[in-house]
């Protein structure tokens, strides 16, 4: 008999016991008498058996893989977000020997994920139920891109509100003070963090807030485009705008260009993401770096911890970066 053909059904008959008894003898079970886990181990040598990995896991109730839930919402993928998250979770899944498995979600659905040795969820939108579920279940679970302060949870995020601040406080620098802001789903905790940088940074520079200089969309690149047609159309159109993605920031200056007017000569512009096509629009972008990767990496770390028995939790919201590049300049006050 060939070692790749060997099966516990093969050793159980070989030692004379049931598959139930080689099992708990392969998991370790301490209800195995001496006796027959000598005979077991002395078969399983002599077979050259190799116990499957799957299998073994799925005995303990548990499997090696953990479940990566997405938020489905409208513009989801339109992001730079997205892509970064899922690229940084999979590759130190695969380095840690993880299997991943993704599921997106509209917060309305049961998750079937009791057998995964761990849940990452990607933000908290509309499915803080099963968030709840998770920790009620006991499995080990934490939370990306969103701080959940009242559950007793790990959360790896990003420091939005200081990275908004940051930029808004760089165009009042420069002498703008006509300053916009193009906010992305406000369902989303990102984004509305965004939105509260935007203002702290007016408030605590004196700016007035100006209603209509604040609009809304679901981080599109035609919501963008709508955004950014409004804003010029105004009778006193903005000198800056702060927008909550790099996506819809270039949309924002094609739309400015396609109007006559010139970046960063009659308009300043900023982003968020540091998304590498920044680099080569028609005028490279002014950006918050956001550590995406950083943020997965780390997520899927402290999951680990957590699946291997650590009990004290993180909060965690890792700093972000000016990158300054051509879409600003400095204006006469």
């Known amino acids: ?165 940051d930029a808004v406080n760089y165009f009042i620098s420069l002498g703008h003070r006509r300053i916009a802001h193009i906010a992305g789903d406000l369902i989303s905790q990102a984004a509305s963090m965004r939105l509260a940088g935007y203002r702290q940074a007016l408030a605590e520079n004196k700016l007035k807030e100006i209603a209509e200089y604040i609009v809304r969309t679901n981080y599109s690149r035609g919501q963008a485009r709508q955004a950014t047609e409004k804003l010029l159309s105004l009778n006193a159109p903005p000198t800056a705008i702060f927008i909550a993605s790099d996506t819809m920031a270039l949309e924002a200056i094609t739309v400015i260009m396609e109007k006559g007017k010139k970046v960063p000569e009659d308009i300043s512009v900023i982003g968020f993401d540091d998304n590498p096509a920044s680099l080569y629009g028609a005028v490279s972008l002014t950006t918050v770096r956001q550590p995406l990767i950083k943020m997965a990496e780390e997520g899927i770390k402290e999951l680990d911890s957590l699946i291997k028995g650590k009990k004290d939790l993180r909060k965690v919201a890792l700093p972000t970066e000016l990158v300054v590049r051509d879409s600003c300049r400095a204006i006469k006050q």
């Open 1 to 165: 008999m060939s070692a790749r053909t060997i099966s516990i059904v093969d050793v159980a008959k070989a030692a004379g016991v049931s598959i139930a008894t080689v099992s708990r003898v392969i998991n370790k079970a301490p209800t195995v008498n001496n006796a027959n886990r000598k005979k077991i181990e002395e078969v399983i040598r002599k077979l050259k058996f190799t116990p499957s990995p799957s299998a073994q896991a799925l005995a303990r109730g548990r499997t090696n893989a953990v479940a990566l839930i997405i938020p489905r919402y409208e513009g989801i993928f339109y992001s730079f977000y997205a892509l970064e998250l899922i690229r940084g979770i999979g590759t130190l899944c695969d380095c840690l020997k993880l299997d991943l498995l993704l599921h997106l979600t509209d917060g309305r659905d049961v998750l079937n994920a009791k057998s995964a040795a761990g849940i990452i969820f990607a933000d908290i939108i509309t499915n803080r139920a099963q968030l709840e579920w998770a920790l009620k279940e006991n499995i080990p679970t934490v939370v990306v891109n969103n701080l959940v302060e009242d559950l007793d949870v790990s959360c790896i995020a990003i420091d939005n509100l200081r990275g908004a601040f």
